[in-house]
């Protein structure tokens, strides 16, 4: 059986992709899954077996075995080896046999995207040919936040984009669940901040919001997919939904007007109101109770309208109390201008702010997430004529969202302080799955290079080349997409 002549399109691009001589390995009724009997890996199993059943029509059977147990001809099988990096792993197809050894359950999952992608249609199923893939990520947080507060997508919507996230070995879903035009999150502790304003959207549209047991079923749902959830409530400014709700929370006692424009700064809270700090204790505990991760994200972006000072005793209110619910703090750039504990995640977005204080709290111990608005807002139109997203950040076209380098776009950062790359998509004028996807892809694919794989293994024409064979997977999933002119869409599969 001839090779295809076609080449492997994988994206994010490995560390080391061999291709080997051979007959493929085909998906048939006789294929098995093997994996180990831990609970993260039974988990991985079944969805492996899933996949690969959906894609070649057969039932694929899942069976657990003993670490000695060995593999035989028709296995897919799933091993973690505790002396890698979590994060891993090694592939290997031969004629009669796949192996997918990672150094956790995270890695045998982006070890899994990788199979996925060298699979191929033939004669009616699926075969993978010959190829021994060595891989690692370079960053620890691969993420996309997503802005359900301007306007709302759901659990149904959000599942979509955690199955995108995890075929590009993504594994940071972060959630702005609290801006001015509604809160998205129901909180045992603060009924009334669902009730009041979870129901409002940007322009009148329709809201929306979780319940904590539909939070926790996505929050699971993404887990077993290899994506951690960070929840952000946004604080101190970027709060009319709270002070629509609680009117304790203002100055006058009453509560705001609901507000549905996408003007941003004019909220806030205030330091010296006795309400102000038990709301964040409640808040954030609460939303820690949901979360399993290790993250919480408290905003702190865009608070125009207070003295330093105040801006700084908030912060840490709020970092305080994610601190005592047990969760470690992430916060917009802006935070760095306050006094903050090492290890503090603080997410770079505005490429027009002075970039000292970042520096400077990265020097303290602060850790980097890299966000540049003129590269990861996606967001962003492609060019003048996109009709859907914003333009502060200017045009971003695909080899914009891919060209650039996390570590080194701040000069003077020290040397691993950069934790990771996340893209951001706000939905100020986006309302539906179609809108959303329209806007992450392909600059997705780009951003999850970019956090994934070595500088000295990126290149614009090879990823071009590459990420031109996803359009049709794009198209058989049903994702709406942009058809970059700065890519030949029209490949042959093979
Ligand atoms: C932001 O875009 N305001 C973080």
Known sequence: MPAPSTPLRLVPAPRLVEERAGAPFVVTASTTVTVGTSPAEVSLGVLAAEALSRVSGTTVEVRYRDVAEPTQPGDVALRVDGSMAAEAYRLDVV??????????????????????????????????????????????????????????????????????????????????????????????????????????????????????????????????????????????????????????????????????????????????????????????????????????????????????????????????????????????????????????????????????PLVAAAKAGARLLMSPGSRAYLDMKYDADTALGLEWAGHIELRDAYEWEPTTLVPGLPEGSVIGVEATVWTETLRSIDDLMTMLLPRLAAVAEVAWTPKERRDWDDFAARVAGHGPYWDAEGLAWYPSPQVDWHVDLG
């Open 95 to 356: 004629t009669d046999l796949v192996e997918v050894v990672a150094g956790s359950p995270d890695g045998l999952m982006c070890g899994l995207a990788t199979l996925h992608q060298v699979l191929r249609p033939h004669e009616g199923t699926f075969a993978a040919w010959p190829v021994h893939v060595d891989d690692e990520p370079v960053h620890a947080w691969r993420g996309l936040s997503v802005d359900v507060a301007r306007h709302f997508f759901g659990p149904d919507d959000l599942r979509v984009v955690v199955q995108l996230m995890s075929a590009y070995k993504m594994n940071v879903l972060h959630l702005h669940l609290s801006d001015d035009q509604g809160w998205r999150l129901d909180l045992p502790s603060r009924p009334e901040l669902a009730a009041r304003s979870g129901g409002t959207a940007v322009d009148g549209d329709p809201g929306g919001w979780f319940t904590t047991e539909e939070f926790s079923a996505l929050v699971a749902y993404a887990q077993a997919r290899g994506v951690r959830v960070v929840p952000e409530i946004d604080v101190p400014g970027h709060v009319n939904a709270a002070l629509h709700a609680y009117g304790e929370l203002t100055p006058s006692g009453e509560p705001t007007e609901a507000y549905t424009g996408i003007e941003v700064g004019f909220s806030r809270l205030h330091a010296d109101l006795p309400a102000t700090e038990p709301f964040l204790r409640d808040v954030f505990g609460d939303v820690a109770a949901v979360t399993p991760g290790e993250y919480v994200h408290i905003g702190g972006d865009e608070v125009l309208t207070m003295e330093r000072e105040e801006y700084a005793r908030l912060v840490a209110m709020a970092s305080d109390a994610v601190r005592a619910a047990g969760k470690q703090v992430v916060g917009w750039q802006e935070i760095a201008t306050t006094p903050l504990e090492p290890g503090t995640v603080v997410q770079y977005w505005d490429t027009r702010m002075d970039p000292a």
